[in-house]
């Protein structure tokens, strides 16, 4: 039961500051008689000015809460208004208010930020599993366990690979291997501009033993050979040095880290097993350096900020496939439409010549791309473009504000979520490594944290986040 800001509507048995009077005939009116004839009392608690009533025993349902334990409430009573104030964030209130009017239904209103509630929960000590149902419920993933290798060394040379924010030297390791990412991938790039591919392409190598030569005096090769060596060292030791062998493979950037140094060695491979060095062969070859483009990938692992982006996609499937779904739908009618349009004025090679060929027409024109090698030159099917031109572009924009809202949603979610992780692994590595930790820092629970705790230390590490989530 809500009340209005300002208005005094609840009124209590007088009390004094040195102590408590009998209770008096206003007193008793607003008691009513429960199931086991005790009565009950009805409560005003006042939120930053707006006052709430309701029974005590609605309260009681949940004792373990601040409302729920007599004890706990009476810190915040105020004697000369015969209320409990408590500064808080009213509109959160009626939310959490109706968790015990409704025996334990708890919902965000919508026009309440999440982190903002989060706190409230926490200060009305609602508990650490009415907390984990709401983060779940609210689609904020489940803290992981922490797992450490158990031998000391393995545990040093994991941090130093897998937590950059654990020490300088890690941080190091952590800038060299995005270093020589960009390397590899500006390497793969630049030997295909015509001056260094007619210098350095292999076109003349028959034999294993000449293109091995020629790879040999190839600088794009030599660079490309340490960057691998460098990839296949820091896939290596994080492998041997992870206490869950099994999960590592199960890990999607680990997997691209693997993909990212197969062709190498595949190419090495098929180098010692071909006796011929052949057209055909060279051209596997190709496709397979071909796949080294797959190595900006592993840029991921250092960015937040493409790791929600992934997110964002994996969560847009629905609205993308639906994209998708609309497109071919409008490319089969607006092709077909321009191949009948056109068909009377065909000529070879105008892109026209059948309905499956005009559907490059209509996917670069309800794209907005628009070559202009391929256009209608009929009035008919001119209208007809502009049609498609009109109706393509509101097909794209339909599902463009509910990706923006996925990404803005998994943005925030990461920086809460990676919040929380950063200050359990600072805690949890700071025990396996012997490190001190700052005693309020081992008393930091979800629970126990005040909101006054809770704004600093987050706003510290979200600081920190937002940062590295930008990049």
Known sequence: MTGSPGANTCQFSSREKQGETAPSSSYVEELRPGADGVFDERICINISGLRFETWRTTLQRFPDTLLGNKDQLAEYYDYRSNEYFLDRHRPSFDAILYYYQSWGQLERPSYVPVNIFSREMQFFRLGQDVYERFRKEEGYLKPKPLHMPKNRIQQKIWCLFEHPETSVYARMIAVFSVTVVLVSVATFCVETMPYYRERYEQTNATTPDSYSEELKNNPFFIADSFCVIWFTIELTTRWLVNPRKLAFWKNVLNIIDLVAILPYFLTLIALAVKPQVTSASLTVLRLMRLIRVCRIFKLSRHSRGLQVLG??????????????????????????????????????????????????????????????????????????????????????????????????????????????EEMREAISLARWTSHSVNQQSHQMSTEDLRDEDVTKSMGKVKATIEKSVAV
Request: net charge negative; proline share 5%; aromatic share 14%.
């Open 311 to 420: 997110e964002t996609i994996r969560g847009s499937v629905k609205e993308l496939g639906l994209l998708i779904f609309f497109l071919s739908i409008e490319v089969i009618i607006f092709a077909s439409a321009a191949y009948f349009a056109e068909i009377k004025q065909y000529t070879p090679g105008d892109g026209y010549e059948s309905i499956p060929g005009s559907f490059y027409w209509a996917i670069i024109t309800m794209t907005t791309v628009g070559y202009g090698d391929v256009s209608p030159s009929t009035n008919s099917g001119k209208l007809i473009g502009s049609l498609c031109g009109v109706a393509g572009l509101l097909t794209v924009a339909l599902p463009v504000p509910f990706i923006v809202s996925n990404f803005n949603y998994y943005y925030h979610r990461e920086i809460d979520n990676r919040a929380e």
